[in-house]
Nanobody
């Protein structure tokens, strides 16, 4: 079993920044990923945002490259998603997820999900 708890969402003006946290507990995992879901989209349509693997390598969606940055604190089993230069189109519920495979990029590869945290960017 793996438990994931996200925090750090909120309301920010366009151009602002937020840092999301994902605190993990339970079994060790291979990959921790972030996905986002906008209104009207189903769970299966969650958009990949970024992921970090056991070896520390990271992957980013093209839409957030250079804008979002992943990091982690192994002592706290926490992964951080630093989001800068936020735009209204970044508005979504952001989910943290855990996978038992390396370099997981698809939602179907992730077995455990957090409850999500709302990010709203006003124009």
């Amino acid at each position: 079993q793996v438990q994931l708890v996200e925090s750090g969402g909120g309301l920010v003006h366009a151009g602002g920044s937020l840092r999301l946290s994902c605190a993990a507990s339970g079994r060790p995992v291979n990959t921790v990923g972030w996905f986002r879901q906008t209104p009207g989209k189903e769970r299966e349509e969650r958009e990949f945002v970024a992921s970090i693997n056991r070896d520390g390598s990271t992957s980013y969606a093209d839409s957030v490259k250079g804008q979002f940055t992943l990091s982690r604190d192994n002592s706290k089993n926490t992964v951080f998603l630093q989001m800068n230069s936020l735009k209204p189109e970044d508005t979504a519920i952001y989910f943290c997820a855990a996978a038992f495979v390396d370099y997981a990029l698809w939602a179907r590869e992730y077995q455990y999900w957090g409850q999500g945290t709302q990010v709203t960017v006003s124009s």
